[in-house]
Nanobody
Framework: QVQLVESGGGLVQAGGSLSLSCVAS????????MEWYRQAPGKQREWIAT???????EYLDSVKGRFTISRDNARNTGYLQMSSLKPEDTAVYYC??????????????WGQGTQVTVSS
């Protein structure tokens, strides 16, 4: 069974940096897009960034220049490097990936989330 596990969240002061990791484990034949989302209290889950299997990336405008998404295909791991953090970045951060776990098609998988809190 495939699992996505995030780590690296925590409390940081405004202007600081954090790095999140997302490790995919289980029976994995391939990973297509990997993405990061976040959900602040009382708000809907928001897409932040995507990294495709070819390495191309896309970002939410409000995080461009501050966040960097990357991946290590050999380790089935995705990363989100966050810098110049702002209090409005406070949220639970979720990893998402399209994973081929049965050898025939890709399915959607989500991590359990990791809390990021930015103090002013």
């Amino acid at each position: 069974q495939v699992q996505l596990v995030e780590s690296g969240g925590g409390l940081v002061q405004a202007g600081g940096s954090l790095s999140l990791s997302c490790v995919a484990s289980g029976s994995i034949f391939g990973i297509r897009d990997m993405e990061w989302y976040r959900q602040a209290p009382g708000k809907q889950r928001e897409w932040i960034a995507t990294i495709m299997s070819d390495g191309n990336t896309e970002y939410l405008d409000s995080v461009k220049g501050r966040f960097t998404i990357s991946r290590d295909n050999a380790r089935n791991t995705g990363y989100l490097q966050m810098s110049s953090l702002k209090p409005e970045d406070t949220a639970v951060y979720y990893c998402y990936a399209q994973i081929n776990s049965l050898g025939s098609f890709y399915s959607d998988f989500w991590g359990q989330g990791t809390q990021v809190t930015v103090s002013s």
